[in-house]
Nanobody, 122 residues
Framework: VQLVESGGASVQAGGSLRLSCAAS????????VGWFRQAPGKEREAVSC????????YYPDTVKGRFTMYRDTGKNMVHLQMNSLKPEDTAVYFC????????????????WGQGTQVTVSS
């Protein structure tokens, strides 16, 4: 079982990035999937989650309207489209999968990728 993130980069405020997560060893569609981020000195926080079975989504207020998560079923991938990026979005972003229906807490997730760095400059 492996999750591999890609797409992290350094961008200016107001820019966009698309993060991707590729799964191997299991079917992403059978799991809830989350994107979490962790900035230095801060706790890991969920920025987007998509549920098992019906693809309900969760976004915290800090990213709602700017971030969109979606599945790419044919490629066993998920993506996180991030628009209108702000310096406070700077963090390492992690892809994760859970056997729960939908989780917004890191403890509910079973598998984690290594993370990809996103840096937003003002």
């Amino acid at each position: 079982v492996q999750l591999v993130e890609s797409g992290g980069a350094s961008v200016q405020a107001g820019g966009s990035l698309r993060l991707s997560c590729a799964a191997s060893g299991f079917n992403f569609d059978d799991y809830a999937v989350g994107w979490f981020r962790q900035a230095p000195g801060k706790e890991r926080e969920a920025v987007s989650c998509i549920s098992r079975s019906d693809d309900s989504t969760y976004y915290p207020d800090t990213v709602k309207g700017r971030f969109t998560m979606y599945r790419d079923t044919g490629k066993n991938m998920v993506h996180l489209q991030m628009n209108s990026l702000k310096p406070e979005d700077t963090a390492v972003y992690f892809c994760t999968a859970s056997s729960w229906y939908l989780g917004t807490k890191a403890a509910t997730y079973d598998y984690w990728g290594q993370g990809t760095q996103v840096t937003v400059s003002s």
